[in-house]
């Protein structure tokens, strides 16, 4: 069982660029959410997913948009990157339905955009 | 509204030291309480959690929590540090709805010999 799996692990956009990040799970969760992580500021929700074909925002959505065709994946694209989306960004999974509540997460995928 | 208070940033300790590290959190239901580690350059690991019954719970590496509903805390602790421990802490509230996972802000945990 790989659980939560992330890609790519790093790297650096020019602003205005687009980008996908993908995050895969094999632990058959209804739930994946995707979270970025500020220096000093925690993890702030970005967009979360309850299953395939059902996408809602989170608290920081602006300059994302997310996909849930499958239960396994949940990409996470940036259309047009900014600097202010420099961050850490973390995909997670829990399946609340069989009542696991902790999630489960991803090893990150650290961007920067200059 | 929903929120979790870490009220230290940044805690040094020795090696074979307790350790405390505090928790406060605002949530209008019954909370489900979490701690979770995270060493550099990795993702989030589960420590401990609280759903229901006894307050006081036993988690991985030899940590443990106590939830106190009178003061809002969820505060986890550990005997004695290993240099091994040194990482970023993560308190989090939730509840059974799919998107109230609330994070505080980490407390970085640094262990000297």
């Known amino acids: 069982n790989a659980g939560v799996t992330q890609t790519p692990k790093f790297r650096i956009l020019k602003i205005g660029q687009s980008m996908t990040l993908q995050c895969t799970q094999d632990?058959?969760?209804?739930?994946m959410y995707w979270y970025r992580q500020d220096p000093g500021m925690g993890l702030k929700l970005i967009y979360y997913?309850?299953?395939?074909?059902?996408?809602d925002k989170g608290e920081v959505p602006n300059g994302y948009n997310v996909s849930r065709s499958t239960t396994e994946d949940f990409p996470l694209r940036l259309e047009l990157a900014a600097p202010s989306q420099t961050s850490v960004y973390f995909c997670?999974?829990?399946?609340?339905?069989?009542?696991?509540?902790?999630?489960?997460f991803g090893p990150g995928t650290r961007l920067t955009v200059t | 509204a929903q929120s979790v208070t870490q009220p230290d940033i940044h805690i040094t300790v020795s090696e074979g030291a307790s350790l405390e590290l505090r928790c406060n959190y605002s949530?209008?239901?019954?909370?489900?309480l979490f701690w979770y580690v995270q060493s550099p350059g990795q993702g989030l690991q589960l420590l401990l959690k609280y759903f229901s019954g006894d307050t006081l719970v036993q988690g991985i590496k030899g940590f443990e929590a106590e939830f106190k509903r009178s003061q809002s805390s969820f505060n986890l602790r550990k005997p004695s540090v290993h240099w091994s421990d040194a990482a970023e802490y993560f308190c989090?509230?939730?509840?059974?709805?799919?998107?109230?996972?609330?994070f505080g802000t980490g407390t970085r945990l640094t262990v000297i010999p």
């Open positions: 989090a509230v939730g509840g059974t709805g799919a998107n109230n996972l609330f």
């Open positions: 997913s309850v299953g395939a074909g059902i996408t």
């Open positions: 949530y209008g239901a019954t909370p489900y």
């Open positions: 632990m058959n969760h209804n739930y």
């Open positions: 997670a999974t829990t399946d609340i339905g069989l009542g696991v509540y902790e999630q489960y």
